[in-house]
């Protein structure tokens, strides 16, 4: 069993940053795979970034390619979100979850554990 609890979201201008973080529970965090989800009013819940189990394999949505890093401390249970240059179509609810996958997948369906979520809202 992981709990997670999504931490950092909040209120920026237009080409701020924000960093989330996600800090797990359990002695098995690092056996996990981690993904960032997000999900607009209205919209389906969209994968954002993945990060295999020991931070050498990731995976980003194109949308999100060159402004955005996921990373990984397994020290401490952490996986964390950069987002730089927002925009305010990044404007959604921000989930980080978990799966037991060798490679970061970008499919939900494959995640079995998630937070609670955080809201990011970027202002133009």
């Known amino acids: 069993q992981v709990q997670l609890v999504e931490s950092g979201g909040g209120l920026v201008q237009a080409g701020g940053s924000l960093r989330l973080s996600c800090a797990a529970s359990?002695?098995?965090?690092?056996?996990?795979?981690m993904g960032w989800f997000r999900q607009a009013p209205g919209k389906e819940r969209d994968v954002v970034a993945a990060i295999n189990w020991s931070g050498g394999n990731t995976y980003y949505a194109d949308s999100v390619k060159g402004r955005f890093t996921i990373s990984r401390d397994n020290a401490k249970n952490t996986v964390y979100l950069q987002m730089n240059s927002l925009k305010p179509e990044d404007t959604a609810v921000y989930y980080c979850?978990?799966?037991?996958?060798?490679?970061?997948?970008?499919?939900?369906?494959?995640?079995?554990?998630w937070g609670q979520g955080t809201q990011v809202t970027v202002s133009s």
């Open positions: 359990g002695r098995t965090f690092s056996r996990y795979t």
């Open positions: 979850a978990a799966a037991i996958t060798i490679a970061p997948t970008p499919s939900g369906y494959e995640y079995d554990y």
